[in-house]
Every structure is written in structure tokens, then in C-alpha cells.
């Protein structure tokens, strides 16, 4: 079981590409967050969020063993690795989870189209946001409801 979080940090107005905010993993052998650290670790979550949907994407599609992804101005990463069995998600600490492909893809598709207000059209993250969603969705499988 692994599941992913994006927030935005509060008291930063209307809602737009550039918000600072923090990425939690979670699975049986521990988190990975950004959020609590010194020194700080948030990140310009929307567009974090897109590079890791592109490259989480080209991953799970490609052959490559190991992924290692760091957000937008921030030094927190994860590194997400082929096993025998699936795949592990590592922090800065260690593996946090073992999963499965279509279960990672889920819970970061979930923790993306959960993380809150919609960027205004104008904003110049939208297009990129909207496009990388629409670019990731066909790598999860398809959910009730």
C-alpha cells in the first residue's frame, strides 16, 4: 500500500503555478516528506507536480531501473526502482514502500487531481498542469465511479 500527498501551503492567495508546497509518500516501511525540514524542503508543488507525472510517466513506459526525481526548487527527492517483485519508492532515508506499477501511478494520479483549486486558465503553469494530467491518466487503470 503506498499513498501520495501534494499540499499547498497556506497564505499565498489565489491559486497559482508557482505555490510553494510539500509532497508526502507514505508506505508500510515509512514516509517520505518534504514538509518540517531545516533546511526547508517545499517546493513549487503545481510545477513539481508536473515533472513528476512526465517523468514517472516515461518510466513506467520505458525500461529504465531506476528513476530519481527532485522538485522544483527544493533538494527533496524519491527514487523509484525496478525489483523483482514491482518497484520501490525511496526518500532521502530509505525505501518507504514496495508497490506495484499501476498502484504507484494511482496514488500519484489521486494525490494530483486532489490537490486542490484548479490554476486559473492564464496562469502560465495551466496548460503545462493540464497536460501533463491528461498525459498520465491512460497509465492507471480504470477506477469505478
Avoid at 68 to 80: C, I, K
Avoid at 90 to 107: D, H, N, Y
Wanted: aromatic share 6%.
Amino acid at each position: 500500500m503506498i499513498t501520495v500527498q501534494f499540499t499547498v501551503r497556506p497564505g499565498q492567495g489565489d491559486a497559482s503555478g508557482f505555490d510553494l508546497g510539500d509532497m508526502a509518500v507514505t508506505g508500510g516501511l515509512g514516509t517520505a516528506d518534504s514538509a518540517g525540514h531545516v533546511p526547508d524542503q517545499g517546493m513549487m508543488i503545481y510545477l513539481s507536480v508536473v515533472q513528476l507525472l512526465d517523468s514517472l510517466g516515461a518510466f513506467l513506459q520505458g525500461n529504465a531501473r531506476v528513476l530519481s526525481f527532485t522538485g522544483a526548487d527544493t533538494s527533496f527527492g524519491l527514487v523509484v526502482r525496478r525489483t523483482k517483485d514491482g518497484l520501490s519508492v525511496a526518500g532521502r532515508s530509505g525505501v518507504v514502500a514496495r508497490t506495484t506499477a499501476p498502484e504507484l501511478a494511482s496514488a500519484v494520479l489521486r494525490a494530483a487531481e486532489d490537490l486542490g483549486p484548479a490554476l486559473p486558465p492564464e496562469d502560465p503553469v495551466a496548460s503545462d498542469w493540464e497536460a501533463a494530467l491528461a498525459a498520465f491518466r491512460p497509465l492507471v487503470p480504470s477506477r469505478k465511479g
